[in-house]
């Protein structure tokens, strides 16, 4: 009984913070600017000056309202061949979901909740080990809450989030999580 009571508050807190995130202001420059900051205090260069080349364009990140990104190091990022100017915003969406969470709140999601990436019908897969650890379809979150401003969250990771395939998924209201 208390297990399911633990995974009722669980799958309650990730469907608040999916509904928090529809009403949340939309992302300042400021927001950004301190978020890269952050960034850069952490060595994640790269992921900065991914970032700085999509918010040169037509300002796709202002749409966003809350993000956590998952940054693969700049070594994990140079050897990514792959990375061209056109498909540089859907790597960045790939690597993020689209609201914000600590590594505390990720840890708390039930093993093998499935939350949609910022990237069409991509999901990722959250595994909680028995320790502190935490994998996003088996990229390892190596240097958690990296940032914390209030719409931006973003979280160091071991390599790049791999995708098995395409899903189709139901709207964010109807996410619930998936348990083993």
């Keep these: 009984m208390q297990f399911k009571a633990k995974l009722f508050e669980e799958r309650t807190i990730f469907a608040v913070k999916l509904l928090e995130s529809r009403h949340a202001d939309a992302i300042s420059q400021?927001?950004?600017q301190r978020?890269?900051?952050d960034m850069r205090d952490k060595?994640?260069?790269?992921?900065?000056?991914?970032?700085?080349?999509?918010?040169?364009?037509p300002k796709p990140l202002q749409r966003l309202k809350r993000v956590t990104f998952f940054m693969p190091g700049d070594r994990q990022l140079s050897a990514v061949s792959s990375l061209t100017r056109d498909s540089l915003q859907d790597f960045?969406?790939?690597?993020?979901?689209?609201?914000?969470?600590?590594?505390?709140?990720?840890?708390?999601l039930p093993n093998g909740t499935l939350i949609p990436s910022g990237s069409p019908r991509?999901?990722?897969?959250?595994?909680?080990?028995?320790?502190?650890e935490v994998l996003l379809n088996g990229a390892r979150i190596t240097t958690p809450d990296?940032?914390?401003?209030?719409?931006?969250?973003?979280?160091?990771?071991?390599?790049?989030?791999?995708?098995s395939d395409a899903v189709?998924?139901?709207?964010?209201?109807?996410i619930t999580a998936r348990t083993h």
Excluded: K, W
């Design 35 to 37: 978020a890269i900051a």
């Design 43 to 57: 060595s994640y260069h790269g992921f900065v000056i991914l970032l700085n080349i999509i918010n040169a364009v």
């Design 92 to 108: 960045i969406l790939r690597h993020s979901i689209l609201s914000g969470f600590t590594l505390d709140e990720l840890r708390h």
């Design 122 to 132: 991509r999901m990722i897969s959250i595994t909680n080990s028995m320790g502190s």
């Design 168 to 174: 189709d998924y139901p709207r964010a209201s109807n």
């Design 146 to 163: 990296v940032c914390r401003g209030p719409n931006i969250r973003c979280h160091g990771i071991s390599s790049q989030i791999e995708y």
């Design 30 to 32: 400021s927001d950004l």
